[in-house]
């Protein structure tokens, strides 16, 4: 498909101390048409539905071009996986393993465009550099010289540790029929283009093949829904190929139903569990721990039954 460009990032702490709370932050000063003194007419919005920032010109025409100016969209196709379980400043919640898209957006223009490293560390953050108020979602400004950054986070890098992030940038045509009515109407085609971006995303090898190169880390998520009535699923990866055994014990430290055991090659997994034993018994309401053990890593979570 024409108009999408990937770019593709692996970050690497070089360092020998870990980097906590880090966020990665694609900028885009689109000006699109003329930009120039008066002429300053962009707009920049955010639509969480296909994690992706955008930028458009209100004006239908521009002195020069024979077509609508349309619009640019910078999407996050793939975003860094959680290192920890981490409660945002607005209550959303993040679970080790997820694997994070667009967390916050925010908008600058040349009058407030944040001039330190601390500044824009705070901006990335979600927070506003000029009030310290947390603004994880900058509501859309009026039409102007202004740029934007989509921002995905936070995860911890130990030393030696890396996080990846590709992102498209697509061209699209914008619908000035819906201008200031219905915006995810107005962008229909730039968000149709971000979802066959990401098809073809994940056809690529950008990063090398999925299996063993993309998986780093070994971890175990909290499972979802918790609590639960019905089934959870369990979510893990394994950074290598190996013996791999996630059982659930009650309280007790009884084992309770055996989920996994076996070899299994470096990747990402999920399993359900409803709720039974070994037998295929109906267990009791109450609190159940998942354990993951390999050949050298052993992680335990908590999840509660209810009926």
């Known amino acids: ?100 898209g667009l967390t916050h957006f925010k908008v600058f223009s040349i009058a407030i465009d944040p001039p330190t490293n601390m500044e824009q560390y705070k901006e990335m953050a979600g927070y506003d550099y000029t009030t310290g108020l947390y603004v994880p979602f900058d509501p859309k400004p009026s039409p102007g010289d202004c740029c934007f950054i989509a921002s995905t986070g936070p995860v911890d890098l130990a030393p030696g540790a890396s996080v990846r992030l590709a992102v498209c940038l697509i061209c699209a045509g914008y619908n000035y029929a819906y201008l200031n009515i219905d915006d995810t109407l107005a962008i229909d085609s730039l968000r149709l283009k971000a979802r066959y971006a990401k098809i073809y995303y994940d056809q690529l090898d950008i990063f090398g093949s999925p299996g063993e190169n993309a998986i780093t880390s070994f971890v175990l998520c909290q499972n979802a829904p918790n609590p639960f009535s019905q089934f959870t699923i369990i979510k893990y990866q394994i950074s290598k190929s190996q013996m791999v055994n996630l059982k659930v014990y009650n309280i007790a430290g009884q084992a309770v139903s055996v ?13 359900r569990w409803d709720g039974m034993d070994e037998e295929r018994r109906k267990v009791s309401n109450g609190i159940y721990i998942y354990q993951l053990k390999t050949g050298d890593k052993n992680m335990i979570k908590k999840m509660t039954l209810i009926k």
């Open 1 to 100: 498909m024409e108009d999408l460009i990937y770019f593709a990032w692996e970050i690497k702490n070089t360092g020998t101390d870990t980097l906590y709370n880090v966020y990665l932050a694609p900028t885009a000063d689109c000006d699109i048409g003329n930009e120039s003194d008066t002429s300053a007419n962009d707009v920049c919005y955010y639509d969480t539905t296909t994690n992706m920032a955008y930028q458009y010109q209100i004006d239908s025409t521009e002195v020069g071009w024979t077509i609508p100016p349309g619009c640019v969209g910078i999407n996050i196709l793939q975003g860094p996986v959680a290192t920890k379980d981490y409660t945002l400043p607005d209550g959303r919640q993040i679970f080790t393993g997820d694997t994070l």
């Open 259 to 271: 989920l996994v055991n076996e070899v299994r090659k470096a990747g990402s997994y999920e399993v």
